[in-house]
């Protein structure tokens, strides 16, 4: 029998967790690659912080005018007939939302800012959807939570501290310029975090999950930040 080579720590990170059923397409190796190299070069790094009381384009980013869709390669045949979210994990009172849970609750707007780390930045989105603070304010996050992780239809996992999760403009989000999110986008219905960069902001949230120990997503095992915070260029893990 062929002996198994030992892992080189770090070499091989996680996968994806499994797609939903119906979901199309396949993760894109070729753009995983560029994406993990660019973090090895430190791409787009202009080693300037920013002021956002000042400045409105982050360091390093340019505007565009249109909204570029972004993700795995893989997307999910979620709808809203079918979209269901469990919020668990270290809560008192754990949460199961269809559709029309999601809908019962008070509906909030915000406008924000886009900064994807690839470098371009969208003004002004108007979201509207349920806020975070709602959210945790229903399912109660116990004393040891700290931190948060998106789980999506796609296999995608992002992981944010519990405090940027529970922090003004964050949407579960179901409509963007007044109009239900795009397939493409997320929706029917996705994370919005407007202060850190979007990869953050999990399309097609199906659970949300609250720990005590942090635990890093896909890009953040691929040599993304674990933080992310667009004004201080907190693009890659060093
Ligand atoms: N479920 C899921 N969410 C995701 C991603 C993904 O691949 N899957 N990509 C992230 C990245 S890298 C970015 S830049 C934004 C892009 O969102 P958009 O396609 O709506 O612009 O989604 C983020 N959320
Ligand atoms: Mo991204």
Redo the contacts with the bound molecule.
Sequence with gaps: MAEIPPKTPGASPAPAEPADPGSEGAVRPRLVAAKEQWARDGRALTGQAADPARDRLPPGQRLVED??????GVTPGVTERSWSLTVDGLVESPLSWRWDDLQAQPQEQFLSDIH?V?TWSRYDNRWEGVSARRLLALARPKPEARFVVFH?S?G?TTNVALADFDADGVLLATKWQGQPIGR???GPVRIVLPRLY??K????VKRIELLAEDRPGY?EVRGYHNHADPWTEERYSD
Aim: a negative charge; proline letters at 5%; hydrophobic letters at 45%.
């Design positions: 909204w570029p869709v972004l993700d795995l994807c690839t999506s796609d995608y493409d986008h997320g979007f990869w902001s999990a399309k097609w890009w």
